[in-house]
């Protein structure tokens, strides 16, 4: 939950019309810790992929919020 909002903070702080190439310290600094947030995310998945399965009714796409969090991921 912590990830989430840490997440949602440092979207709100981006401001792509002010620093359209991200050429500022910043900027760039946001971008880092919004690749390390994908990766939690992204390694999350996989972890749960192995330990549920991924397909069948009780496995990771069984569940409907599992299979939003496998599409909000990969459109990550």
């Known amino acids: ?3 989430i909002l840490l997440n949602c903070v440092t979207l709100g702080m981006f ?8 050429q500022t310290e910043w900027c760039l600094i946001l971008q880092v810790l919004d690749d390390c947030i994908f990766a ?3 390694v ?13 009714s009780k496995c990771y796409l069984g569940d ?3 299979r939003l969090d496998f ?3 990969m459109a990550g």
Request: hydrophobic share 60%; glycine share 6%.
């Open 40 to 42: 939690f995310f992204a």
């Open 1 to 3: 939950m912590l990830v």
């Open 64 to 66: 409907t919020w599992n």
């Open 44 to 56: 999350e998945m996989v972890i749960k992929m192995m330990a549920l399965g991924i397909f069948g």
């Open 71 to 73: 599409f909000i991921v």
């Open 15 to 22: 401001q792509p019309c002010e620093d359209v190439t991200c």
